[in-house]
């Protein structure tokens, strides 16, 4: 009797353990028992989809998400309930990197695409979010995640918002991009963030010859190579502060002489007199 007992036990599976007391109470099922109970949760996650798809209480669909497994569903959900904290529910739980993408490139709602965006890993979903998004948080965000020095020059140039320019500018490795913002961009910060990574000369020149800040000419003459140029700044610049630092370098003796005789600061004349000696 003992052995044709053991011979029933050996085959069977431990489905769940438990401790009451100083005891173990050990549940045991057969195979047969294992397939009804997989069964009967296929049958409830095919109710929780019916509900996460269809019913009309948004409570209830959140409810229905949270339990649901299905990845299909999820995607369906996410992508297309018209309740925001539905769609963020089944974005939390979603694999798909598609359909992450998709919500991170069109979800109406501005939450909803950061958090989309925080978790997409592709670059072109990156790019596209940085360069088109209507929110400048989102292309802030998605600007962190840039890898493409396209994308970083195309924003630092264009991206209307000067917080963005900077932040892109940080990253620019591209000499013409830096030479391109020191010498058009409107705001006068991003100009002399950029001009201070600039190596061109002709792009120094412009600047000090043309830059309607006074300070940033003088960075430009101070770094100045060109004769030429700062012959041209010592003769025409309007402040005599960027005169007297171009007269300082000038060599040219035909127009320090020009300077020394007309110049109608005297501390320049002199200054230009003395360097003729």
């Known amino acids: 009797m003992m052995k044709k007992l053991l011979i029933f036990l050996i085959p069977v599976l431990v489905l769940s353990s438990c401790w009451t007391g100083k005891h173990t109470i050990i549940v045991y099922r057969s195979p047969k028992n294992i397939d009804q109970a997989e069964f009967v949760n296929n049958e409830e996650q095919s109710a929780l989809a019916y509900t996460a798809l269809n019913d009309e209480d948004s409570e209830n669909r959140k409810q229905a998400v949270r339990e649901l497994n299905s990845q ?18 089944a974005l939390s739980k979603l694999i798909s990197q598609s359909a992450i993408s998709y919500m991170a490139l069109n979800d109406k709602d501005v939450e909803i695409r950061k958090i989309a965006l925080s978790r997409a890993m592709s670059q072109s979903t990156i790019s596209s979010a940085a360069l088109n998004d209507p929110d400048s948080e989102v292309r802030m965000l998605a600007l962190s995640k840039v890898a493409s020095q396209s994308t ?20 620019v490795a591209s000499q013409s991009t830096l030479s391109s913002i020191a010498l058009n961009d409107k705001d006068r910060d991003m100009r002399a963030l950029a001009f201070g ?18 300070e940033l000419r003088k960075l430009a003459v101070r770094r100045l190579a060109s004769q030429s140029a700062l012959a041209s700044v010592a ?11 171009a007269v300082s370098k000038l060599n040219s003796t035909s127009t320090l002489y020009q300077i020394a005789l007309n110049d109608e600061d005297s501390e320049i004349r002199k200054l230009a007199a003395k360097r003729l000696e």
């Open 197 to 214: 990574r600039v190596s061109s000369q002709s792009t120094i020149a412009t600047v000090a010859l043309n830059d309607q800040d006074v």
């Open 235 to 245: 003769l025409n610049d309007p402040d005599s502060e960027v005169r007297k630092l």
């Open 72 to 89: 299909s569903t999820l995607s369906h959900v996410a992508l297309n309930d018209a309740d925001s904290e539905v769609r963020k529910l």
């Open 152 to 171: 970083l020059s195309s924003a630092a140039l264009n991206d209307k918002d000067v917080e963005i320019r900077k932040l892109a500018l940080s990253r």
